[in-house]
């Protein structure tokens, strides 16, 4: 990974955290996106002298935020020339229904549509690199998910966590079929993933600490955050995954995803009304599927 560039979403902590360190271990440079400055700058810290390495930065982006995104985007290619791997792994679990600056129902609006946003933001860089890579982290939640077409951001109510975290979980996967459709010609893969079912933060109001004791009780049944990084860096770095894409991993290897995650007509459907809620289109002159 000497001379790769790689940006980590939701690289303060756990899965994100620990997928930041590996990737710095062998050498990438690697900058960590981070919402909050002050968590961004403890993991910093955290992610130096845990991997010994000089070469990680920390430049913030929220993903709840369109606006943040944008400007994420442009500061990064104005600093950088090319990105070899894109590991989307930022994401959040809302107990109770809320929505993020731009009004999008938290879930679906910052561990999808904000990736997506992000992604087509940062084509050019990819595309500039000897072998892209856009790494997706989605979940086997995909499995109980469903897009609700009439009321995505759930406006109408019938809001549950599981509800809205199984459509945001399959969405990913949706999206990363779709882009792949669209990279076709290109040196730029997209892949997804199931960490596991790893002991982090996911989940615990940080404001009220709702959900710690749980955690607390469960994290000897859970992988750690390394195990649960293992996919993520293999498909950010192995050779054997080279011009692989559109599939989805566990434990390093293919796994497979329900009828609904591989439904042509909903992964089209589901990337126009993306880029209508996000403002953005793929590139034109990349040609359309």
Not at 121 to 132: C, D, I, N, S, Y
Not at 228 to 241: H, I, P, Q, R
Request: net charge positive.
């Amino acid at each position: 990974m000497n001379d790769k560039t790689v940006i980590v979403t939701g690289a303060n902590s756990g899965v994100g955290l620990a997928t930041t360190v590996e990737l710095a271990r062998q050498g990438a440079t690697v900058i960590m996106a981070c919402r909050s400055p002050e968590r961004g700058e403890r993991a910093l810290q955290e992610a130096l002298a845990r991997s010994r390495s000089k070469k990680i930065e920390l430049m913030l982006c929220d993903l709840g935020s369109l606006d943040s995104i944008r400007a994420f985007a442009s500061a990064f290619q104005a600093a950088h020339s090319r990105l070899d791997v894109l590991v989307n792994n930022a994401g959040v679990v809302s107990l109770s229904r809320q929505t993020t600056r731009d009004g999008f129902e938290s879930q679906l609006g910052t561990n999808h549509l904000g990736h997506f946003l992000l992604t087509l933001l940062l084509l050019e860089p990819l595309k500039a690199a000897p072998q892209g890579r856009v790494v997706n982290v989605s979940s086997d939640a995909h499995k109980v998910g469903s897009i609700r077409w009439e009321d995505p951001h759930f406006e109408r109510g019938g809001y549950t966590v599981w509800r809205g975290y199984g459509q945001s979980k399959l969405a990913n996967i949706l999206f990363t079929k779709g882009l792949t459709y669209r990279l076709r010609g290109t040196r730029v893969t997209a892949n997804c993933l199931h960490p596991g079912a790893v002991a982090t933060q996911l989940g615990v109001d940080r404001k009220t600490g709702f959900g710690s004791l749980v955690m607390r009780a469960l994290k000897p049944f859970f992988l750690t955050p390394e195990q649960g990084a293992e996919s993520s860096v293999y498909l950010a770095t192995s050779d054997e995954v080279t011009g692989v894409s559109g599939e989805y991993y566990y434990r390093r290897k293919p796994a497979p995803v329900t009828q609904r995650a591989q439904d042509r007509e909903a992964i089209d459907r589901l990337w126009f009304w993306s880029e209508k809620q996000v403002g953005q289109s793929y590139p034109a002159e990349s040609g359309r599927t």
